[in-house]
């Protein structure tokens, strides 16, 4: 991991609990969907350290290098599923709170921080009760690292 520091929630509270909840969906498994109107802008996750799990790029080789079992391959396939790519930190984050259930849209409702910050998204426009919250995939940074599994991370490989 990069020597950057984290821009971490400084609020005892995530706001992801006030704002969604998750539920089925319609585009794939489960979702995230507003139980309230989100207006453009707001930042509705924005993660304290304790909502996700940072793992470096040699984490991540030797977590791969044991991808033999079933079992493992089971954790690899959640892990991936479940976690993003964060260039500043060169590191893959895996979301332990409900921000992993965002869907993919390449015409999302909502995305990143205008100041680039990956440990929030905010509204790009309203978000009406009930509708659910996606992002565009496709506007999250690839690495070399992770080219091996880049079906997990690119919309166009679905």
């Known amino acids: 991991m990069k020597d950057t520091e984290i821009p971490y929630n400084p609020t ?4 992801i609990n006030e704002y969604s909840e998750v539920k089925q969906s319609v585009i794939h498994g489960l979702g995230l969907f507003a139980k309230k109107k989100i207006p453009k802008g707001t930042r509705f996750w924005w993660a304290r350290p304790q909502d996700v799990l940072i793992i470096s790029r040699n984490q991540f080789l030797i977590l791969d290098s044991a991808n033999t079992s079933t079992s493992m391959k089971d954790f690899m396939h959640n892990l991936l599923t479940y976690s993003f790519y964060e260039r500043d930190q060169d590191a893959l984050i895996f979301c332990l709170d409900n921000a992993k259930f965002v869907n993919h849209s390449f015409n999302p409702n909502s995305g990143a921080s205008k100041d680039g910050n990956g440990f929030c998204s905010v509204a790009l426009k309203d978000i009406l009760l009930g509708e659910e919250i996606t992002e565009d995939y496709s506007k999250y940074t ?3 690292w992770l080219k091996k599994y880049k079906k ?7």
Do not use: K, V
């Open 142 to 144: 690839l690495c070399s």
């Open 152 to 158: 997990y991370f690119d919309p166009c490989c679905w």
């Open 12 to 15: 005892p509270i995530n706001p």
